[in-house]
């Protein structure tokens, strides 16, 4: 393809951990973080998205030097940023067990945070998750807003969100 798709990005895109597997372990040199040169996703931006947890978990565990951090190059969302927008709380919380995790990270385009991300699909588990990991609520996008949901004194308002159990089936 012309947007220089690797099969390792391939793979975790379509969540096969044993393609996954099979690749890693044939080929030391492969780099899981290159990133495709049309929007600049690497591997672990698209299993985030996925929520493959398994692969995620294998991407992070194959490599120390992985940028965890890594933005897109179209809008800038991080991995952490999809992963909270897609209400995948196992694979936050497999993003947050890393010490490299830059929890406040926000995106080029818009200027949220992973925080607002969660917040924006009213997602309780994950607001809580991303505060107790510490996660910044006052931090304002590009038009001046806080992430959704938080009282005058930063508190969480949990009356504002939904029970992540009766969302998710």
């Not at 672990?44 to 940028?67: F, Q």
């Not at 965890?68 to 991995?79: L, R, V």
């Not at 385009?109 to 809580?128: F, R, Y």
Request: glycine fraction near 8%; hydrophobic fraction near 30%.
């Amino acid at each position: 393809s012309d947007n220089s798709q690797t099969p390792l990005y391939v793979a975790c895109q379509r969540g096969h951990l044993k393609v996954v597997n099979a690749l890693l372990s044939k080929d030391n040199s492969i780099d899981i973080n290159k990133a495709t040169s049309d929007n600049g996703q690497t591997p672990l931006y698209v299993a985030c998205i996925g929520g493959h947890v398994e692969i995620v978990n294998t991407l992070l565990s194959k490599d120390d030097s992985s940028n965890i951090n890594i933005a897109t190059s179209d809008n800038g969302q991080t991995p952490l940023y999809v992963a909270c927008k897609g209400g995948h709380v196992d694979v936050v919380n497999t993003l947050l067990k890393h010490d490299s995790i830059d929890i406040n990270k926000a995106t080029s385009d818009t200027g949220e945070t992973p925080l607002h991300a969660a917040c924006s699909i009213e997602s309780l588990d994950l607001a809580k998750l991303l505060l107790a990991a510490g996660a910044d609520c006052s931090i304002e996008n590009n038009n001046g807003t806080k992430p959704y949901g938080f009282n005058e004194d930063g508190t969480l308002n949990e009356g504002m969100f939904r029970d992540d159990e009766d969302y998710y089936d």
